[in-house]
């Protein structure tokens, strides 16, 4: 069931981003007068597909194979290589026939449509949901074994990176990798440590789960009503300090301690204001005492209808920055950040195990900045390769042959074979792994 699920969001999110990219191909082409043949969902073979149907002279579809899809623009050398067209005269609603900045538009359409797209997405989540996010103000963290072996511990407050203060906890592993960070500035108990940052882990710090948790403090929230320990005289408020002289920090160390008392009766040091009290606590076989945790502080922000239009663009803004990071690791290859490339498969496992509306649309949103960005790269095939010729025409007045044309189509489609093989290899790395 899970499978199903997360296959199916995943159909779902690539189906929704592939239309909304190639129609703005398609409605850019018509707007200038440009004929489209084809406007395909997945792609077809061999003039087979699942169903097809004619409006106008477009023919549109859904094809068999499940990657990707396709916009087939009259007289535009494209992934379909129909060269046959080429070598015909050209004909006045063909795209090679059209002025250069019409056909930059047409090229540009599936980028801008994606960036709309996630600005819209994004501002039905700021109107409905807002944002929320852990500060890091008073947030302590529970490094992993990489991040202790960069120098963190138990308890630490990072006050900032290099020169930057961060607001998010949950963004302090994503701002490490991309801001080339050379020192960490952390609070440890009452002392202010520096923690020079060698930028040799950064390769690591992109493939290491949760390298910063929240270090929690034992303080109760309130006691479970089937709890052993309901009549002992703990309240909300109290921070638990130490289990039999045994000091317990954070809920982190109390786990440790906690599990080699299972089923014992044990002293437990309780701060209570200015007070210290000791009260007998029953530990049970799961090495739990029955009591809810009080929640870390949690910043939210709550939009108006009107409020939440500038608060989607700022987050697709924001979305966008840090993609764009992202991919300024991956082109240095000693950051080891080509390793996270992933296909298809890497992005079901980012969708939740169950339909989650939030989520969704918080990982749609993000597709369609990444897909908008990718597409933005200068390489021939992709919409940027074709936007780079294009400018290049525009400023030099000189219109590439299109033997030209067809060979950096080419290099272009071998390109993205390869990184198709790199995102599929790493995949099942991670699978085998």
Known sequence: MVVLVKTLQVILALSLLIIVHELGHFLWARIFGIRVEKFYLFFDVRGKAIAR?????????????????????????????DLEQMKKAPQPWEFRSKPAWQRLFVMAGGVLNNFIFAVLVYCLIAGIWGEAYISNEDAHIAPNELAQEMGFRLGDHIIAFDDYEPKDFGMLQADLARRNVSKATVLRE???????????????????????????????????????????????GDRIAAFNG?????????????????????????????D???????????????????????????????????????????????????????????????????????????????????????????LSVMLGIMNLLPIPALDGGHILITLYEMITRRKPSERFLVVTQMIGMVLLLGLMVLAFGNDIARLIH
């Open 53 to 81: 149907w004619h409006w106008g002279e477009t023919e549109f579809g859904i094809g068999w194979i499940p990657f990707g899809g396709y916009c087939k623009i009259a007289g535009m050398i494209d992934e379909s290589m």
């Open 246 to 274: 045994t000091a317990v920090g954070y809920i982190q160390d109390a786990r440790e301690v906690l599990s080699g008392l299972r089923g014992q009766t044990a002293l437990a040091s309780v701060v209570r204001g200015a």
């Open 190 to 236: 009452s002392d202010t440590l520096t923690l020079y940052i060698d930028q040799a882990y950064i390769g690591d710090v992109l493939n290491s789960p949760l390298m910063f948790d929240l270090a929690l403090p034992f303080i109760v929230d309130s006691v479970r009503f089937d709890s052993p320990n309901a009549a002992v005289g703990i309240q909300s």
């Open 276 to 366: 210290t009290l000791a009260l007998p606590v029953q530990v049970d076989t799961a090495g739990q005492i029955g009591v809810f945790l009080r929640s870390p502080k949690i910043e939210r922000l709550q939009y108006s209808f009107f409020e939440a239009i500038p608060a989607g663009i700022k987050l697709t803004g924001k979305t966008m920055d840090g993609y764009i990071k992202d991919l300024g690791l991956l082109v240095r290859p000693s950051t080891g950040a080509y390793k996270s490339v992933g296909s298809f498969i890497a992005i079901g496992q980012v969708f939740p195990s169950v339909w989650d509306w939030y989520r969704f649309l918080s990982i749609l949103a993000l």
